[in-house]
């Protein structure tokens, strides 16, 4: 396979063939992906690419590399660990929870204040969702996203993964910052969330391309009083 320098670094544009192919299931969870000279083979790039690109999928938590043995799939999800801290909703589920998608809303929002004019354009939708913890609402999202981008018309898309619906309209997300703190929601949030309106855990979430383009926003109140926020790391 020949790659073109005119499409940007080599070693990004391996990784990102060996990322959707982990996506798409050609290598497995738990299987080795092909050794570093069967990949200097196929792709025609010195190893020193290789690694270059291996090491990035290790660091975005698909991928671990043990010497002697090789390189083994750990993740398949369209958004990684980006670490190797494990995922909130991933531990919840771990933990014998039952976590649900609620789909509330989808609107247009036409006056974009800052960060939403990061996404470009006069508009942006708004994507309104609440996740259920073992039969009581637990996080209100709100999700914003540029109109360029093209949404399926069926509602019942909303309650699966957003960003593996992002991936399917060409999405590659490169990396996120999160911001927490603690603010009152709107009385229609406190209502949804079945609680009083009081501070809440709220975090603020930037998804960026590889390009460093914010790509998605979206903003939470999370009720801690049914189970606080965990960061569980795996060292």
Do not use: W
Request: glycine content about 6%; proline content about 3%; hydrophobic content about 35%.
């Amino acid at each position: 396979m020949k790659l073109n320098l005119r499409e940007g670094s080599l070693y990004i544009q391996v990784k990102d063939i060996l990322k959707e192919r982990i996506i798409n299931g050609q290598y497995k969870v738990h299987a080795l992906i092909p050794s570093e000279p069967e990949l200097e083979k196929e792709f025609e790039v010195s190893k020193i690419t290789i690694r270059k690109a291996v090491e990035q999928l290790a660091q975005e938590g698909y991928v671990e590399k043990r010497s002697g043995i090789g390189t083994t799939v750990l993740a398949n999800q369209v958004v990684s660990k980006l670490s190797k801290g494990q995922r909130f909703t991933e531990y919840l589920i771990g933990e014998g929870h039952h976590l649900s998608k609620k789909f509330i809303d989808l609107t247009v929002v036409e006056e974009l204040s800052d960060p939403l004019h990061q996404l470009g354009g006069n508009e942006a939708y708004c994507i309104e969702r609440l996740y259920i913890l073992n039969g009581k609402p637990y996080i209100h999202f709100r999700h914003y996203i540029s109109t360029h981008i093209a949404l399926p018309k069926d509602p019942e898309v909303f309650v699966n993964s957003l960003y593996d619906m992002l991936y399917q309209q060409g999405i590659r997300f490169y990396r996120f910052k999160d911001e927490f703190g603690v603010s009152v929601p709107e009385q229609n949030v406190a209502e949804l969330l079945e609680v009083e309106k009081q501070p809440l855990l709220q975090r603020e979430r930037y998804s960026y391309d590889s390009r460093d383009r914010l790509v998605e926003y979206s903003f939470a109140y999370y009720n801690t009083e049914l189970h606080k926020y965990i960061v569980n790391f795996n060292m």
